[in-house]
C-alpha cells in the first residue's frame, strides 16, 4: 500500500507570493489534516478535512486555507507567504473513524520563504 | 499555550543506557499517542495509550499512560544507535474534537 505522498519535497518562495501544497493520502483513507512544524513551536495543527469537509481547523490566519477533493486528495494554500511561515508543513491521512485512528504522516514539503 | 509539555527536550546518551521521556498535561486527555520521527521524514506512530493506568510494550520500549489521563512516559532499555530520533507525544483533549495536539518533542541522540 502506497503511503502519504506530498509534493513537492522543497519550496522557496519569496515574500508576499502564495504557495499550493499538494497531499495523497493512503488509499481508503478520508481524513487528511495539515501540520505547521518549526524548530520553536513544534508541530502545530493546521485544518483537518474529512469527505470534502473541514471537520477541525487550528489558529492560524486566513492566509491559511485548505480543500480536499472528492478521491481524498488534499491541496492547502498560503497566501501573502511571509518570513515566518518558512516551515516543514506535514500532511497526514487516517481513516477518520475516530480519535484513536493512528495518523500516517508524509515527508513533508520544506517551505523557505524569503 | 502548549497543551502538551515534553520534557526532557534534548536528551544525549550512549548505547546501553536506559532513559525516560515525559509528556504531562494539566488537561484529559481521550488517548495518547507517542511517535517518532527522523530527519527528513514524517512522524511515524509507535503506540497508542487509551486507557488509565495503561501500560504498554513495544520490545525495548515501554508506554504508560497516567491513571488521571494527563500525562504519559516512553521508557527505553539499552537503547540503541536506531533509537536516535526525536520522540513526540500527542492527544486528543477530552472536550474537543478530533484536533491532535503534538508536544514539542524530545531529541534523542544515542552515541555508540
Known amino acids: 500500500k502506497a503511503g502519504v505522498t506530498q509534493t513537492p519535497r522543497y519550496l522557496i518562495k519569496t515574500r508576499g507570493q502564495q504557495v499550493t501544497l499538494s497531499c495523497s493520502p493512503i488509499?481508503?483513507?478520508?481524513?487528511v489534516s495539515w501540520y505547521q512544524q518549526t524548530p520553536g513551536q513544534g508541530l502545530q495543527f493546521l485544518f483537518e478535512y474529512f469527505s470534502e469537509t473541514q471537520r477541525n481547523k487550528g489558529n492560524f490566519p486566513g492566509r491559511f486555507s485548505g480543500r480536499q477533493f472528492s478521491n481524498s486528495r488534499s491541496e492547502m494554500n498560503v497566501s501573502t507567504l511571509e518570513l515566518g511561515d518558512s516551515a516543514l508543513y506535514l500532511c497526514?491521512?487516517?481513516?477518520?473513524?475516530?480519535?484513536?485512528?493512528?495518523?500516517?504522516f508524509g515527508n513533508g514539503t520544506r517551505l523557505t520563504v524569503t | 499555550t502548549q497543551l502538551l509539555e515534553q520534557s526532557p527536550q534534548f536528551l544525549s546518551i550512549q548505547e546501553g543506557e536506559n532513559l525516560t521521556v515525559y509528556c504531562n498535561s494539566s488537561s484529559v486527555f481521550s488517548s495518547l499517542q507517542w511517535y517518532r520521527q527522523e530527519p527528513g521524514e514524517g512522524p511515524v506512530l509507535l503506540v497508542t495509550?487509551?486507557?488509565?493506568?495503561e501500560v504498554k510494550k513495544l520490545k525495548r520500549l515501554t508506554f504508560q499512560f497516567g491513571d488521571a489521563r494527563k500525562d504519559s512516559s516512553l521508557h527505553i532499555t539499552a537503547a540503541q544507535t536506531g533509537d536516535t530520533g526525536l520522540y513526540l507525544c500527542a492527544g486528543v483533549p477530552s472536550n474537543s474534537g478530533y484536533a491532535l495536539n503534538f508536544g514539542k518533542g524530545t531529541s534523542l541522540l544515542v552515541t555508540p
Open positions: 495509550v487509551v486507557t488509565g493506568g
Open positions: 497526514a491521512s487516517s481513516q477518520g473513524s475516530s480519535y484513536n485512528s493512528p495518523l500516517h
Open positions: 488509499s481508503g483513507h478520508r481524513s
